[in-house]
């Protein structure tokens, strides 16, 4: 399994009138923290988008426990359960300073050709980074 970890620092306007996260941000920050993870294993969402594939997302899940705060550091924890095919899992839990598990989540992404936005396999490169996390 690959596991990877990124921080974000909540800004006052992805708060509500709480000074709550607004739910919807937490879609933004599992993006963030998705190509933070990708960037920590060597590989670059740039590039493979620069050689002709995407990764849409397919689906995405959020499960808020409590809520986050202005001006709290989060930490994401970003999981990759199972090498990727055609589609690639991402499974997520953002924690507060304190260590609690705040919201969790998932996203399925798939690969397609950007030319003609059919289903390809991932990319070679991104196979061969992640295959010793799943020895």
Do not use: C
């Amino acid at each position: 399994m690959f596991q990877a970890e990124t921080q974000i620092r909540v800004r006052y306007a992805e708060t509500d009138q709480m000074g709550y996260v607004y739910y919807g941000n937490y879609a933004m920050y599992f993006e963030v923290a998705r190509v933070e993870a990708m960037r920590s294993a060597g590989f670059s969402y740039r590039e493979m988008e620069e050689n002709g594939v995407m990764m849409p997302v397919l689906e995405s899940h959020f499960r808020y426990l409590k809520p986050g705060k202005y001006d709290e550091l989060l930490t994401i924890k970003t999981l990759i359960p199972e090498l990727p095919g055609v589609r690639i899992l991402f499974e997520y839990q953002v924690m507060n300073e304190s260590g609690e598990v705040i919201t969790e989540g998932w996203t399925t992404l798939a690969f397609l050709k950007k030319d003609s936005h059919t289903p390809t396999r991932p990319p070679g490169n991104l196979l061969a980074l992640l295959k010793p996390f799943f020895n």
